[in-house]
C-alpha cells in the first residue's frame, strides 16, 4: 500500500450570480464544492464574515474534520484491540483568536464520549484515545492544540 494519498476537489464561487466584489460588504460568499462521486457541498463564510449561517463555513468543516478523524482512528484501534463500541458521539469545539495581528485557531477541544458493550474493558478503551490521537493524520497537520476530554461508558444492554 502506498504511503501516498491524494484528494482533489473543485470549488466554484457560486455568488458571482449575486454581483461582483464591488466592496468588502456586498458580494455573496456562497461556494460550491465538487468531489468526484460526492454530493455537492454548498458553503459560505461564518456568519461573522458577512456569510450565510445556514450552510457550512471552512471553519466547522476544520473542527469536524479533527473530530470524526479522531472519531475513525479511535475505531479502527479499537477494532484491532476487539473492544466492544456501541455507541461514539463527540462535541467538540474551536476557538479562534487573534494572535500577532491574525485570526487563526488556537486550539480545538474534542469532547467524545463512547459507549462500550457489556463486559468490555473501560480501561483500555480511555487509553485508546490518546493512540486515536496521535493516529488521526488531520491532528498531526495542524499547527495549534487539538486535545481530547474522553468519557467511557459502559452500556447497560
Known sequence: M??????DCRLVWAGARKGPT???????????????G????????????????SLWNPED???????????????????????AVVAYEDHAHGTMD????????????LRPRVTLAPGSDRGRALALHEAAHHECFI???V?????????V?????
Open 61 to 83: 468543516m476544520l473542527v469536524a474534520s479533527l473530530s470524526s478523524c479522531h472519531c475513525l482512528s479511535y475505531l479502527a484501534l479499537a477494532g484491532r484491540a476487539r473492544i
Open 139 to 141: 491532528a498531526r497537520s
Open 22 to 36: 464591488l466592496d468588502y460588504a456586498s458580494y455573496s460568499r456562497d461556494l460550491t464544492v465538487d468531489i468526484a
Open 153 to 157: 461508558l459502559a452500556s447497560s444492554a
Open 2 to 7: 502506498s504511503h501516498k494519498h491524494e484528494f
Open 38 to 53: 460526492k454530493s455537492q457541498l454548498r458553503m459560505s463564510a461564518d456568519q461573522a464574515f458577512r456569510g450565510d449561517a
Open 98 to 109: 487573534l494572535v500577532d495581528g491574525v485570526i487563526r485557531f488556537t486550539h480545538v477541544l
Open 143 to 151: 499547527n495549534f492544540p487539538v486535545d481530547h476530554e474522553a468519557e
